[in-house]
Antibody
C-alpha cells in the first residue's frame, strides 16, 4: 500500500527556520516525483514545487522559487520542505503528494500525505 | 504566469447534475486533473487526463474537454459530494503547474 506520512504540526516564530518531512512507503521512492502543495487558511491549493528523489532534480513554481527549499534523502525514502526564515504569511497546511504517472512531474497527484500544519506567530 | 479559472461556487439539488468548469489557454495541449477536497481532509483525485476516472471513484464523476475549457460533471449529485473541487494543469510547455482557484459545490 502506497503511503506518504508527514511530520507533525509545528508552531514557530517569525524568523525561525523549519524543515518538514514526508516519508514514502509501499512503492519505489526513487522512481516517482514528490511534490509539495500549500493551502493557506480558508484558501485554495497552490503547487509549490517537486523533486525526483532518484537524482534530486527539482522544479519550483515561480511563486515559491527562493522562498523554500525542497530536498530528498533517498536512503530513508523521505522528502523535505524547508524555510530559512519563516514569516507569518507562511502559516498554512502543507501537503506532499505523488504524481500518478512516474514519467512526468506535471500530472495529477494520486497519493497525498495527511498534511502538516505550520503556524508562524510571534 | 499561467492561470486556470473556475467559478467560485456551484449549487445543485440532490439527484441533479452539477457541472464545474475550468478554463485555461493551454488546456487544448495539456491534460487536466480534478480533485475533491472535503473540510479537514487532503484532496482526492477524481479525474485524470481530462476524462479518466481512478479506481474507487464513483461512475457519477466524469470529465470532458472542449477547446480551452474542461468540465467536471457529477451526475445524480448526492449530499456527500458537497466539497471544494479543484482543477490542475500545466502551461503549454509543461513547465509551470497550477491549480484553479477552486469551486465550492453546495448540495441544496
Amino acid at each position: 500500500e502506497v503511503q506518504l506520512v508527514q511530520s507533525g504540526a509545528e508552531v514557530k516564530k517569525p524568523g525561525e527556520s523549519l524543515k518538514i518531512s514526508c516519508k514514502g512507503s509501499g512503492y519505489s521512492f526513487t522512481s516517482y516525483w514528490i511534490g509539495w502543495v500549500r493551502q493557506m487558511p480558508g484558501k485554495g491549493l497552490e503547487w509549490m514545487g517537486i523533486i525526483y528523489p532518484g537524482d534530486s532534480d527539482t522544479r519550483y513554481s515561480p511563486s515559491f522559487q527562493g522562498q523554500v527549499t525542497i530536498s530528498a534523502d533517498k536512503s530513508i525514502s523521505t522528502a523535505y520542505l524547508q524555510w530559512s526564515s519563516l514569516k507569518a504569511s507562511d502559516t498554512a497546511m502543507y501537503y506532499c503528494a505523488r504524481p500518478y504517472d512516474s514519467s512526468e512531474y506535471y500530472g495529477g497527484f494520486d497519493y497525498w500525505g495527511q498534511g502538516t500544519l505550520v503556524t508562524v506567530s510571534s | 504566469s499561467y492561470e486556470l479559472t473556475q467559478p467560485p461556487s456551484v449549487s445543485v439539488s440532490p439527484g441533479q447534475t452539477a457541472r464545474i468548469t475550468c478554463s485555461g489557454d493551454a488546456l487544448p495541449k495539456q491534460y487536466a486533473y480534478w480533485y475533491q477536497q472535503k473540510p479537514g481532509q487532503a484532496p482526492v483525485l477524481v479525474i485524470y487526463k481530462d476524462s479518466e476516472r481512478p479506481s474507487g471513484i464513483p461512475e457519477r464523476f466524469s470529465g470532458s474537454s472542449s477547446g480551452t475549457t474542461v468540465t467536471l460533471t457529477i451526475s445524480g449529485v448526492q449530499a456527500e459530494d458537497e466539497a471544494d473541487y479543484y482543477c490542475q494543469s500545466a502551461d503549454s510547455s509543461g513547465t509551470f503547474v497550477v491549480f484553479g482557484g477552486g469551486t465550492k459545490l453546495t448540495v441544496l
